[in-house]
């Protein structure tokens, strides 16, 4: 799958959707559920790595992360998702050269076909720019961005009519940069459906309303497995609740008193050892 394929699913009115996936076997159940894009996202920093922000996850650790997700695909390469890989808090918002050294060591060392990186203040429009001349790929994202949580928090965005015109002048950037798909999180449904309307490529949502071209959602969050639900992204199973009963069921199992009593073993021969001293 390749990121103009998307393009064609938007002009289809074909359906996209997006998964993240950390490691081998998150990737490998993505991939049979058919997911269409996996994305290795920062939120892994949370999911997996268990820091409070996605701040502090680093390049070698997307990397290494991405790397795992690609050996988990089965079958051949042009069957496979396309995956995108999350650029990291600082990777980018230095300058287009450490953006395009960061987001090309994705592309090279890994199966990434794309990268992801958020916001659209001018400095990351240039940024977005480069990296599209330079022959990558690069997925938008507005709304809530995580990397910003100190000056926006967590909240829902653009929510009275001054930052949505903002927002849909911000989409129109990321479009006219090259970007070939956007995400869009937790901001108004109707705003989502407007920016559908109004660009070319396809609009990714999550907790942006059901009128996108298509939908990601964290894995994790789907099967119920994070201690923090975001509000906006609700559970499809309590995999967290299934998975320590399944466990607990085999720990009490293992401790049940069904094996013989150490008293029981019969005596062995071996001589004393000597005593201490001698
Ligand atoms: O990092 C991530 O998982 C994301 C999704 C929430 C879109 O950016």
């Not at 690609?70 to 450490?98: I, K, M, N, T």
């Not at 299934?242 to 094996?259: F, I, Y």
């Amino acid at each position: 799958m390749r990121p103009a394929e998307l393009i064609r699913f938007k002009q289809s009115g074909r359906a996209i959707t997006v998964l993240t996936a950390w490691d081998s076997l998150s990737a490998s159940l993505v991939q049979e559920a058919g997911a269409d894009v996996v994305l290795v996202g920062d939120s892994l920093a949370m999911v997996v790595l268990g820091h409070a922000t996605t701040l502090p996850v680093t390049l070698e650790q997307m990397l290494s992360h991405t790397q795992a997700v690609c050996r988990g695909f089965q079958g051949a390469l042009h069957a496979q998702p396309l995956v995108v890989a999350d650029l990291p808090f600082l990777s980018y918002q230095c300058g287009p050269e450490r953006a395009v050294a960061a987001a090309g060591l994705l592309l090279k060392d890994s199966g990434a076909a794309a990268v992801k990186l958020e916001g659209a203040e001018p400095e990351v429009v240039a940024v977005i720019d480069r990296l599209v001349r330079m022959g990558i790929p690069v997925m938008g994202h507005l709304g809530l961005t995580p990397q910003a949580v100190h000056r926006l928090g967590y909240r829902r965005q653009a929510q009275d009519p001054r930052s949505q015109e903002k927002l849909k002048r911000q989409a129109l950037d990321l479009e006219a940069a090259g970007c070939f798909a956007l995400v869009l999180e937790h901001i108004p449904a109707e705003l989502a459906a407007d920016l559908r309307a109004q660009l070319t490529i396809p609009v990714i949502g999550i907790g942006a309303g059901a009128g996108c071209d298509g939908q990601v959602r964290v894995t994790a969050d789907l099967l119920g497995l994070t201690p923090q639900q975001p509000p906006f992204s609700p559970a499809l199973i309590q995999g967290r609740q299934l998975c320590v009963e399944a466990l607990k069921g085999w720990v009490s199992q293992q401790q049940a008193p069904h094996l013989a009593a150490p008293s029981a073993v019969p005596p062995t021969n071996t001589p004393a050892p000597p005593a201490p001293g001698c």
